[in-house]
Antibody, heavy 122, light 108 residues
Framework: QVQLVQSGAEVKKPGASVKVSCKASGYTFITYGISWMRQAPGQGLEWMGWISAYNGNTNYAQKLQGRVTMTTDTSTSTAYLELRSLRSDDTAVYYC???????????????WGQGTLVTVSS | EIVLTQSPGTLSLSPGERATLSCRASQTVSSSYLAWYQQKPGQAPRLLIYGASSRATGIPDRFSGSGSGTDFTLTISRLEPEDFAVYYCQQYGSSPLTFGGGTKVEIK
């Protein structure tokens, strides 16, 4: 069965960086992509970006450009989200979800990770 | 960027009643690439509907989606106790992907 298992909760200070992992199993990793979303406390969902596990292509939300990097390690079927220069409004639950490998356009999210709470506080 | 506006913000209904949720887009959603998700507290969202009207695998037929262009609707024909949750629409026809602000369906 398809599973996406994310790394544990993180507490970071403003200005620091965080790296969240998402380990996939139950399917052939390189035939899909991974998209990342986040949800601030009590708020809605925000799409952050996408990476193709097949060829490494990425598509980031414009508001995060320059602060975000998405990578994959095909040897371990793991995707990573790195967010730099953290601010208090980056406090959120971060989710990974399976996506097509070709493009984020046309992508719905049928499998999600369990979420990783990232708290940014001094 | 396509902005999705969901209404109402909260829907107070009793089990067995019909729920009608609206999602309006600021621009035409390409190819009816509109999805609906259900989210319960402490859980990841679950895909219910894609392509505006196709049910995802395992979704009961009391859930139905309709609409095209800029106006979309999710209907739950008879609410079951497990249906009380927050529902989000999402467009995936153009980048950036965007989500609506959500509709909370609560027990009256």
């Amino acid at each position: 069965q398809v599973q996406l298992v994310q790394s544990g909760a993180e507490v970071k200070k403003p200005g620091a960086s965080v790296k969240v992992s998402c380990k996939a199993s139950g399917y052939t990793f390189i035939t899909y992509g991974i998209s990342w979303m986040r949800q601030a406390p009590g708020q809605g969902l925000e799409w952050m970006g996408w990476i193709s596990a097949y060829n490494g292509n990425t598509n980031y939300a414009q508001k995060l450009q320059g602060r975000v990097t998405m990578t994959t390690d095909t040897s371990t079927s793991t995707a990573y989200l790195e967010l730099r220069s953290l601010r208090s409004d980056d406090t959120a639950v971060y989710y990974c979800a399976r996506a097509p490998w070709t493009s984020i356009v046309g992508a719905t999210f049928d499998y999600w990770g369990q979420g990783t709470l990232v708290t940014v506080s001094s | 960027e396509i902005v999705l506006t969901q209404s109402p913000g909260t829907l107070s209904l009793s089990p067995g009643e019909r729920a009608t949720l609206s999602c309006r887009a600021s621009q035409t959603v390409s190819s009816s690439y509109l999805a609906w998700y259900q989210q319960k507290p402490g859980q990841a969202p679950r895909l219910l509907i894609y392509g505006a009207s196709s049910r995802a695998t395992g979704i009961p037929d009391r859930f139905s989606g309709s609409g095209s262009g800029t106006d979309f609707t999710l209907t739950i024909s008879r609410l079951e106790p497990e249906d009380f949750a927050v529902y989000y629409c999402q467009q995936y026809g153009s980048s950036p992907l965007t989500f609506g602000g959500g509709t909370k369906v609560e027990i009256k």
